[in-house]
């Protein structure tokens, strides 16, 4: 059996491993076990008689929880086995916190930490009471804006009559009178009077992110942000494809409309809003909407393009914003943009964790440097699509001369990007050409 999530294989005891101890009992659970080697094999131990009564007493004392210790044998040699369940409550070890992630122990500090705390307490960040906001800080004209949306939608009961405090009371985001951290989120004036980084910073730049030519900020609750952002994306940062039927003027966006709607939202709904500010860059052949915070545990970005579970760092935002006919509540946020650049025939979007958080890309066609390197290309077919592009077609011989390789080589090639659908042929024998897709 070799090291998983749930598992670590130690050789020997050291007092720094009740580090993994805390790793374990902060997570999942898991055993440790000591005087086995990295594939599991067991190496022995020679004092395991002593560690086994100590073992214990120390994970006692230090950090004031309990675990089973084994004292096992194989091959007539001894190891140890501790056994760590999970606990509801922080651990720490002298003031410090682990948790195993993976098959990794992380040190938790600063936001991850009071993330972390927060959860232990049953808690989520937009929970916890604003104790210096009141409700002149709401924005009326977003409540009604909200209301309007969510008749449309059917998911909320009849508020008619209701005043704002009677509502928000309802929604479960202020208590007693005072507004909770997603009442000042979804409704307030000034967010980032409370948040300073609860804001969306738009960019264009060129083909990389050194070449930046003009960018804006947007500021405001989750429901200006969704208007204000989309309108500033079409009136600056995206241009529209223009075509005429008759006398009838038809005009396209570069990217779907939904799915950019459905990204922003899956931005601001489940940022990590003690992190960064969101961020939306434009270049000339992708865009992409960054958010801070990673996905929750048991979800992979992967996971997230089929049938997945929802789980909301925000729950209150969430549940609000599901209500209003927003968003979703079936994790099916992610695989709506995935099914609406599909259907504008534009590559599959790119999910992934990067720098903390969680990135979203849509590309514009598939011949660029990065989607041709999804397809397996290998250099020299990368080269030729985005050298060739522009001519609109490829020989055997054209191939075979700029890259010096045999012409037979050239033909497996170009062989490949037909079946790839990138290019198609055309001719027979001496006349054949390589075309690109026009699709």
Not at 112 to 137: H, M, S, Y
Not at 138 to 150: A, H, M, P, R, T
Request: some cysteine; charged content about 30%.
């Amino acid at each position: 059996m070799s090291e998983s999530q749930n598992i670590e294989y130690k050789r020997s005891w050291h007092d720094d491993y009740l580090d993994w101890v805390c790793g374990f009992a902060n997570a999942q659970g898991g055993r440790i076990y000591i005087g086995k080697g990295d594939n599991g094999d067991v190496v022995g131990l020679e004092n395991s008689k002593e560690l086994s009564e100590k073992i214990p007493n120390k994970i006692r004392n230090i950090m004031g929880i309990t675990a089973e210790v084994n004292l096992l044998q194989a091959e007539g040699k001894d190891y140890i086995e501790i056994v760590v369940q999970p606990y509801s409550v922080p651990i720490s070890i002298r003031g410090r916190y682990f948790y195993r992630s993976g098959s990794v122990k992380h040190e938790l500090t600063g936001v991850p930490l009071n993330e972390f705390l927060l959860k232990k307490a049953g808690q989520t960040w937009d929970n916890v009471i604003e104790q210096r906001a009141t409700f002149a800080d709401i924005d009326e004209k977003s409540v009604k804006e909200y209301l309007v949306i969510s008749k449309e939608k059917g998911r909320l009961p009849n508020y008619d009559g209701l005043t704002t405090k009677e509502i928000f009371d309802k929604l479960h985001i202020a208590e007693n009178g005072q507004l909770k951290r997603a009442a000042i989120i979804l409704f307030g004036k000034d967010p980032c009077k409370f948040y300073p980084n609860d804001f969306v910073k738009i960019g264009r730049f060129s083909k990389n992110d050194a070449d930046l030519r003009y960018q804006d900020v947007e500021e405001g609750n989750i429901i200006v942000l969704l208007r204000n952002v989309l309108e500033r994306l079409d009136q600056k940062y995206l241009i529209k494809q223009i075509t005429f039927e008759g006398m009838y003027r038809n005009e396209k966006s570069e990217y779907p409309v939904l799915a950019l709607r459905e990204m922003l939202l899956n931005a601001m709904v489940h940022r990590n809003y003690m992190g960064s500010f969101t961020q939306l860059r434009v270049y000339d052949d992708k865009l992409n909407i960054w958010n801070d915070g990673g996905l929750p545990e048991g979800i992979t970005a992967e996971s997230l393009k089929c049938s997945h579970s929802s789980k909301p760092r925000n729950v209150l935002i969430a549940d609000v914003c599901f209500k209003g006919g927003l968003i979703d509540a079936w994790g099916r946020g992610t695989i709506n943009i995935v099914d609406e650049c599909k259907a504008a025939g534009l590559p599959e979007p790119d999910l992934t964790e990067r720098d903390g958080g969680f990135l979203v890309t849509l590309f514009k066609n598939n011949l660029t440097e990065e989607q041709l390197k999804k397809l397996g290309l290998n250099d020299r077919q990368v080269s030729a699509i985005l050298f060739f592009k522009d001519k609109g077609e490829i020989t055997g011989l054209e191939y075979a001369e700029r890259y010096k390789i045999a012409e037979r080589t050239a033909r497996a090639d170009l062989f490949e990007l037909v079946e790839k659908k990138l290019l198609y042929k055309q001719g027979e024998t001496k006349s054949v050409k390589y075309v690109f897709n026009a699709e």
